[in-house]
């Protein structure tokens, strides 16, 4: 990983073009409304589930123990066979309907992450993979210094599928315009070793487009050794994401 691709701000003429060009070829898909109960139920149960065990053990959490804690719990409550059946709609639909274009991370609903490979980083409620991914992310907080923060790590398919439900419900029940910007599960590199960095104190502005302006975000620019997965105008049709560390 010693290629740099990491991408500023130039080229946001190119990428709205290009925008333009995919939304007519991917018109928008919206979630059917007669999935919308369904839909709302699922976002809540698992809201629920992650309330139970905790922000960071969610980010692990794997779908069969989803079911197992949920159906244990009356405060939770069992999923039902049509929950069960969206959610396995969402994860094996595949997302170039949407006009998301990467690749597939992980292969099956059930999978789950090994929790020896992991180590949980102080201060954050996330975790990385150790080895790989945990050296990258003790050299930059070394080189670019104490202002920057782990803001997102290790995400199973439980975590990136909530992720995803509540993006697509900010967007309207829009499933274009959150995949975009959020990707379905089974297709986040989170799940193998990529992950978020940030500026410290500045909340969901790390999230955004701002965090290319920062001091932390040309600091890593300088870095030979660092990539970003999601660069501008990148070909799987994500959004340009700056604190986006790219591992793989």
Known sequence: MIRR???????ATLVGSLAQADELKHPDIWVKNEQKATFESVISRLDRV????????FNLISFNDVLKI????????????AEIAYIEEIFYTDPVIYGFYGKRTIQHLSDAIN????IKIDGTGHYVYRETSQELLLRLMKDIGPTLILTSGVRSVVKQLSLH???IKSENGNITMASRSLVPPGFSYHSVGDFDVGKKGWGYQNFTA?????EEFWNLQKLSYVSTRYTVGNGDGVRFEPWHVKIV
């Open 50 to 57: 992650e309330r139970t065990i905790g922000y960071a053990k």
């Open 165 to 167: 439900l509540e993006k």
């Open 115 to 118: 929790e020896k490979d992991v």
């Open 210 to 214: 701002n965090f290319a302006r920062t």
């Open 70 to 81: 949920a159906k244990s719990f009356p405060r939770i409550g069992a999923f039902t066979p």
């Open 5 to 11: 691709d990491f991408l500023g701000l130039m080229g």
